[in-house]
T-cell receptor, first 114, second 114 residues
Framework: GAGVSQTPSNKVTEKGKYVELRCDPI?????LYWYRQSLGQGPEFLIY????????DSGLPNDRFFAVRPEGSVSTLKIQRTERGDSAVYLC????????????FGAGSRLTVL | AQSVTQLDSQVPVFEEAPVELRCNYS??????LFWYVQYPNQGLQLLLK??????LVKGINGFEAEFNKSQTSFHLRKPSVHISDTAEYFC????????????FGDGTTLTVKP
């Protein structure tokens, strides 16, 4: 597509529930990144995919967070047993390589855990 | 590890006045530097980037930034701002090995008043 698409744009859930957030990157972009932006802060790196594999997941806060990219295009960020502290905007970005090419960000998915 | 400090959380300025948004970083290795802008309810958009070469970098919308290695700074400037420049601005740093894995500052809110 023309840009990075993220769905849903808004998600409200209850504490303890399971949530999936989807990212559809720019067609042909091999690198895909997930970031989390809490209120009043800058984005924080979560995980990076090169193709289908997670090349760097050092930013995932704990084992409740997991992400997949089975066919090297669309990615899903999965959060189990959500907690109120998970409330944030989850940003997805893609680029054409892991080198000096810059990121194109989606508009984000705002997650609110009640 | 690398870190980014945006020295001003909020910068109010009158229309047509010059503005400087300050950014300092720390890193033990060579870095790439970026400025992003985030308009309300929109994704991050790249303003400009420093990868190598000339330390004065020009970006979109009339913005420019200067990389100062000795002062580890990458301040953003615009000689004359418009109402439409009102937004959140983020400075980010990444290592050359993976330019997409960036560390962001906490942002500076630029408010342009008539």
């Amino acid at each position: 597509g023309a840009g990075v698409s993220q769905t849903p744009s808004n998600k409200v859930t209850e504490k303890g529930k399971y949530v999936e957030l989807r990212c559809d990157p720019i067609s042909g972009h091999t690198a895909l990144y997930w970031y989390r932006q809490s209120l009043g802060q800058g984005p924080e790196f979560l995980i990076y995919f090169q193709g289908t594999g997670a090349a760097d997941d050092s930013g995932l806060p704990n084992d409740r967070f997991f992400a997949v990219r089975p066919e090297g295009s669309v990615s899903t960020l999965k959060i189990q047993r959500t907690e109120r502290g998970d409330s944030a905007v989850y940003l997805c970005a893609s680029s054409s390589s892991s080198g000096a090419n810059v990121l194109t960000f989606g508009a984000g998915s705002r997650l609110t855990v009640l | 590890a690398q870190s980014v400090t945006q020295l001003d959380s909020q910068v109010p300025v009158f229309e047509e006045a010059p503005v400087e948004l300050r950014c300092n970083y720390s890193s033990s290795v060579s870095v790439y530097l970026f400025w992003y802008v985030q308009y309300p309810n929109q994704g991050l958009q790249l303003l400009l980037k420093y990868l190598s070469g000339s330390t004065l970098v020009k970006g979109i919308n009339g913005f420019e930034a200067e990389f100062n290695k000795s002062q580890t700074s990458f301040h953003l400037r615009k000689p004359s701002v418009h109402i439409s420049d009102t937004a959140e601005y983020f400075c980010a740093v990444s290592r050359g090995t993976n330019a997409g894995k960036s560390t962001f500052g906490d942002g500076t809110t630029l408010t342009v008043k008539p």
